[in-house]
């Protein structure tokens, strides 16, 4: 891969517990993206964190960023069984060019 | 909810015939881009273009050419599909510059058979 990997492949968990998902790349980088995707449809983009941030909110997400260790992680606080789906970083090296992770795929179970 | 599409959804179609993969968007976007995604989730970055005339390939060698001949137009050509051919392709556009999000289609699983 070009870019991001995402940790864990797969992660289950009961509604209500948080889940963290997390995405380790390779070269230095402009932002990095969370995504979300339902099965069988598209991406739809979460959250931005610039590569001078170190921690961003947006309602039940947390994404941190560390860039010497060239991680992000994703928080998702309170889970709800609609969050069930896949969750990929991407990583943009500059002029928008997103590079994808493998993604995590995540059920939350009612 | 994103103003970019792709058609069709669903095509099965046999090997060696030729196929057209639609994407539009009412965004005015400059990039936009096209990306092939396996059962094994990854997404591959497969063709770009940065507005009008412009096509470059991406990180996974395909088969497939594009065009771009109009702004909120980007269509994937295959000229003779074969079964290695099947996958899911999603199109994306955003604003030229870093630092903005990306808008994805619903994207179109294609089977060759």
């Known amino acids: 891969s070009q870019q991001g990997e995402e940790d864990p492949q797969a992660l289950s968990i009961q509604e209500g517990e948080n889940a963290t998902m997390n995405c380790s790349y390779k070269?230095?980088?402009?932002?990095l993206q969370w995504y979300r995707q339902n099965s069988g449809r598209g991406l739809v983009h979460l959250i931005l964190?610039?590569?001078?941030?170190r921690e961003k909110h947006s309602g039940r997400l947390r994404v941190t960023l560390d860039t010497s260790k060239k991680s992000s992680s994703l928080l998702i606080t309170a889970s709800r069984a609609a969050d069930t789906a896949s969750y990929f970083c991407?990583?943009?090296?500059?002029?928008?060019?997103?590079?994808f992770g493998t993604g995590t795929s995540l059920t939350v179970i009612p | 909810e994103a103003d970019i599409y792709q058609t069709p959804r669903y095509l099965v179609i046999g090997t060696g015939k030729k196929i057209t993969l639609e994407c539009s968007q009412t965004?005015?976007?400059?990039?936009m881009y096209w990306y092939q995604q396996d059962p094994g989730m990854e997404l591959h970055l497969i063709h770009y273009?940065?507005?009008?005339?412009?096509?470059e390939k991406g990180d996974l060698s395909s088969e497939s050419t594009v065009s771009r001949i109009r702004t909120e137009h980007f269509p994937l050509t295959l000229e003779s599909a074969r079964p290695s051919h099947t996958s899911q392709y999603l199109c994306?556009?955003?604003?030229?510059?870093?630092?903005?999000?990306?808008?994805f289609g619903q994207g179109t699983r294609l089977t060759v058979v």
């Open positions: 994306a556009s955003s604003e030229y510059f870093s630092g903005t999000e990306a808008f």
């Open positions: 070269t230095s980088i402009n932002n």
């Open positions: 964190i610039r590569s001078n941030e």
């Open positions: 991407a990583t943009d090296v500059g002029g928008n060019q997103f590079y």
């Open positions: 965004m005015g976007h400059d990039k």
């Open positions: 273009s940065y507005g009008v005339n412009s096509t």
